[in-house]
């Protein structure tokens, strides 16, 4: 695929630089960076729980069901 990058548009290359440098980083600091999205699936999770909801446990059987596969 490197090889192959070579032959691209410099704009490509520069977006597949800037992708493997945050690979990089990412793998260096060995921690993970929530993306803006998942962090607010996090927030409405965490509005739910403060207001009280709660999975019951058939719903969390099915999660752990579905993603399993």
């Known amino acids: 695929m490197i ?3 070579e032959s691209w548009p410099e704009a490509a290359r520069e977006e597949l630089v800037s992708i493997a440098e945050q ?4 793998l260096k600091a060995k921690e993970y960076l929530a993306s803006e ?4 699936v996090v927030d ?3 509005a739910s729980l403060d207001q009280g909801e ?4 058939d719903d969390v059987r099915d999660a752990f069901v579905r ?3």
């Open 67 to 69: 993603f399993r596969q």
């Open 44 to 46: 409405a999770a965490m």
């Open 54 to 57: 709660q999975a019951s446990d």
């Open 37 to 40: 999205d998942e962090l607010r």
């Open 23 to 26: 690979i990089e980083t990412e």
């Open 3 to 5: 090889d192959r990058a």
